[in-house]
């Protein structure tokens, strides 16, 4: 029951490198989130996919994109990481978007230098 | 956008205690969510609440979908060392349709 599993879980960068983080989901579900998660914040959405083949910006896109590779995958990517970005990404997914709960990854823990 | 104010920040309680949080927004939600992150991981829904004044409870967890629709509570019940660990609620009203999520509530307990 591997749910929605994300790799890497821990990752250093330099400034100004790139980065991609991947996301698998093995529940048959359509809709894929990108969230970060940062001290005293709570949860921002980065981008979403309602299904597959559409990807939405959410609340915090700037300095991301996303791909939905197929309906199982969904990956982040940082073209030029920024310190800013440092953070803990978590990706989720659930059977729809609207009003289904997400279900959670255990998150990638990124540094930027 | 909207917004989630959820408080407590913080409680240390002592075992056996019961325990009390809540969120208000500031717009109407049709749907909120209690989520309990433990550390290292994503994290893990408790309660789903679909209709104001929908009162659903789970083991020692109580939530409730304010009338008002702009708030929810969630309650546990004598609490035990392996409830620690950070409570979020998350909303979702009927216009933007993707979750807003509070702050969280970092809960301790003393044995």
């Known amino acids: 029951n591997a749910g929605v599993t994300q790799t890497p879980k821990f990752q250093v960068l330099k400034t100004g490198q790139s980065m991609t983080l991947q996301c698998a989901q093995d529940?048959?579900?359509?809709?894929m989130y990108w969230y970060r998660q940062d001290p005293g914040m709570g949860l921002r959405l980065i981008y979403y996919?309602?299904?597959?083949?559409?990807?939405d910006k959410g609340e915090v896109p700037n300095g991301y994109n996303v791909s939905r590779l197929n309906k199982r995958e969904f990956s982040l990517r940082l073209e030029s990481a920024a310190p800013s970005q440092t953070s803990v990404y978590f990706c989720?997914?659930?059977?729809?978007?609207?009003?289904?709960?997400?279900?959670f990854g255990d998150g990638t823990r990124l540094s930027i230098l | 956008g909207q917004q989630l104010n959820q408080s407590p920040q913080s409680m240390f309680i002592q075992e056996g205690e019961d325990v009390s949080m809540n969120c208000t927004s500031s717009?109407?939600?049709?749907?909120w969510l209690w989520y309990k992150q433990e550390p290292g991981e994503g994290p893990v829904l408790l309660i789903a609440l679909y209709k104001a004044g929908e009162l659903t409870s789970n083991g020692r967890l109580t939530a409730q979908f304010g009338i008002t629709r702009k708030d929810s509570f969630l309650n546990i019940s004598a609490s035990i060392p392996s409830d620690v660990g950070i409570y979020f609620c998350?909303?979702?009203?009927?216009?933007?349709?993707?979750?807003?999520f509070g702050q969280g509530t970092i809960l301790t307990v003393h044995p």
């Open positions: 717009s109407i939600f049709n749907t």
């Open positions: 529940m048959n579900h359509n809709s």
């Open positions: 996919s309602a299904s597959e083949g559409t990807t």
């Open positions: 998350a909303g979702r009203d009927t216009s933007y349709g993707k979750l807003t």
């Open positions: 989720a997914s659930s059977v729809e978007i609207s009003p289904q709960p997400q279900h």
